[in-house]
Structure formats: C-alpha cells, structure tokens
Nanobody
C-alpha cells in the first residue's frame, strides 16, 4: 500500500519562498505520477503541479506557473514543491498525491489513488 507523508508547511510572509516535501513508500516510486493539490475551506481541492514518473514532464496550474517548481528524486522516493513569491491566496492545505504512471490527464483529482494527510501553508500579507 502506498503511503505519502508531507512536510514543510507553516507560516511564511508574502513574497517569501516555501518548500514542501512528500515521502513516498510502499511501491515503486518511479511508476507513479506525483501531484500536489491544495484546498481551502469551502472550496474544492484544486490542482497545483504534477510530475511524470521519469521526472521528464511537469505540469502547473496557471495560478502558480512561473513561481512553482515540482521535482522528484527517484532514488530517495521524494517529491518536492518549491514556490517562490508566495501570495496570501496560496494559503491552503497542500496535499501530495500519487497516481498511475499511465494517467493521461495529470491535473484531474480523480486520477490519483493515494493521498497524504495534508500540510497547512499560511501566507501572511
């Protein structure tokens, strides 16, 4: 069974950088697409970024494009999300997710089978 554990959330100032990490265990990491989603109270969980198993293809939501970088280390079974120039609207619970390496659309929530517990990120203005 796949297990995902996020870390790195917390309070940051607007304009600062934040870095989230997700540790994967239980299966062959490189066989999974890894994604980051976020959710605020009363809203649906939304796509942030995703990366293919090889690390050769990444996808970003328009809201974070140019500010966020998703990377994976297949030797360490980890995926990270670096976000620069944080904005108050980035405040959310961030979730790491894993899905089949053959998924076609990496931004679709239902394509991910495994989820972490989430980590709170708060960006103060």
């Amino acid at each position: 069974q796949v297990q995902l554990v996020e870390s790195g959330g917390g309070l940051v100032q607007a304009g600062d950088s934040l870095r989230l990490s997700c540790a994967f265990s239980g299966r062959t990491f490189s066989g999974y697409v890894m994604g980051w989603f976020r959710q605020t109270p009363g809203k649906e969980r939304e796509f942030v970024a995703a990366i293919r198993g090889s690390g050769g293809f990444t996808l970003y939501a328009d809201s974070v494009k140019g500010r966020a970088t998703i990377r994976r280390d297949n030797a360490k079974n980890t995926v990270t999300l670096q976000m620069n120039s944080a904005k108050p609207e980035d405040t959310a619970v961030y979730y790491c997710a894993a899905g089949s390496g053959t998924m076609l659309i990496m931004s679709t929530l239902r394509n991910y089978q495994y989820w972490g517990q989430g980590t709170q990120v708060t960006v103060s203005s």
